[in-house]
């Protein structure tokens, strides 16, 4: 069974661009969240998605957003980038909300 | 608000000596307790979970974790390492009031294994 598929898996973008990620989650769940990594804040949930619904969503700013798709695949964007959303980025699947998260190999953005 | 502290940040063993990460959460209703582990350039990979039941889960690789409610503990121990468990430890919890799978995250403990 393939697992939680990140794209692209590396991205350097400009200060003031704006980024989009795609998820596929695990095939059968309908359950897909994001994450953000970096060194100083460590792991931020961002939102989460059941059935093409935000259904959870984490403290951060509008310029972040998400939608999932009727086959449960996501993608987050981000809109006038800056350097500190240089981070990678987690998307985790599972069969429904409070199950078990199974992550994506993660997509790692830079902003220069 | 929940939150989930790991009592150091880097913990340095020598193969087979016994590995603890120590983990506690903050919140007056247990919550869904989960340990993970991420190597270098890589995802998450769950070691083991906490939902209801017995309080000794046992996980993969031979990890496994107590939960101590009147600690508010999740402490996670192997009896022998091995120089392939050298990677980053989060411990994360989520809320079973809510619906929704939204972990909380540690900062996470890197743990080095020397030969």
């Known amino acids: 069974k393939a697992g939680v598929t990140q794209t692209p898996r590396y991205l350097i973008k400009t200060r003031g661009q704006q980024v989009t990620l795609s998820c596929s989650p695990i095939?059968?769940?309908?359950?897909v969240s994001w994450y953000q990594q970096t060194p100083g804040q460590g792991l931020q949930f961002l939102f989460e998605?059941?059935?093409?619904?935000?259904?959870n969503k984490g403290n951060f700013p509008g310029r972040f957003s998400g939608r999932q798709f009727s086959n449960s695949r996501s993608e987050m964007n981000v809109s006038t980038l800056e350097l500190g959303d240089s981070a990678l980025y987690l998307c985790a699947s599972s069969l429904w909300p409070n199950t078990e998260a199974f992550f994506g190999q993660g997509t790692r953005l830079t902003v220069v | 608000a929940q939150s989930v502290t790991q009592l150091g940040s880097h913990v340095s063993v020598s193969e087979g000596a016994l590995v603890l990460l120590r983990c506690n959460y903050s919140?007056?209703?247990?919550?869904?307790l989960f340990w993970y582990v991420q190597y270098p350039n890589q995802g998450l990979q769950l070691l083991l979970k906490?939902?209801?039941?017995?309080?000794l889960v046992k996980g993969i690789n031979g990890f496994e974790a107590e939960f101590k409610k009147s600690e508010t503990s999740f402490h996670l121990t192997k009896p022998s390492a091995h120089m392939s468990d050298a990677a980053e430890y989060f411990c994360?919890?989520?809320?079973?009031?809510?619906?929704?799978?939204?972990?909380?995250f540690g900062k996470g403990t890197t743990l080095s294994v020397s030969s």
């Open positions: 906490y939902t209801t039941g017995a309080t």
């Open positions: 998605y059941f059935s093409e619904t935000q259904r």
């Open positions: 919140s007056s209703v247990p919550p869904y």
């Open positions: 994360a919890v989520s809320d079973r009031s809510q619906a929704g799978t939204a972990l909380i």
């Open positions: 095939s059968g769940h309908r359950s």
